[in-house]
């Protein structure tokens, strides 16, 4: 790590970090430091919107197969980068 920084532990959270932290997790990063910042410090070209979570309303009310968590798909992802799959 960085010489003279402290680093703490963070815990799970609904929102964009607790979603990174579980990306880390799963690749073995769970210890880098995440800073959290504003939306407005990323200087994005289109405004982010305030709840991105995927619904499976629809999929549910046609009796189509629903989506999987999206921490098996971080999973299966990680697992095709390390194979040299993309």
């Known amino acids: 790590m ?3 920084v402290r680093v703490k ?6 929102d964009e970090r607790g979603r990174l932290m579980e990306i880390l997790r799963q690749a ?3 210890n880098t430091p995440v800073l959290p910042i504003s939306s407005e410090e ?3 070209p289109a405004p982010h919107p305030r709840n991105s979570q995927l619904e499976n309303a629809r999929l549910k009310r046609e ?4 989506l999987p968590p ?9 697992k ?3 194979a040299g799959n993309r």
């Not at 532990?9 to 609904?14: C, E, G, S």
């Not at 999206?70 to 990680?78: H, I």
Request: hydrophobic share 40%; net charge positive; no cysteine.
């Open 42 to 44: 990323t200087k994005r």
């Open 80 to 82: 095709q980068l390390a």
């Open 28 to 30: 073995g990063y769970e």
């Open 63 to 66: 009796k189509m197969e629903l």
């Open 2 to 4: 960085i010489d003279g």
């Open 9 to 14: 532990q963070l815990k799970m959270i609904p």
């Open 70 to 78: 999206w921490q098996e798909a971080v999973g299966r992802y990680l």
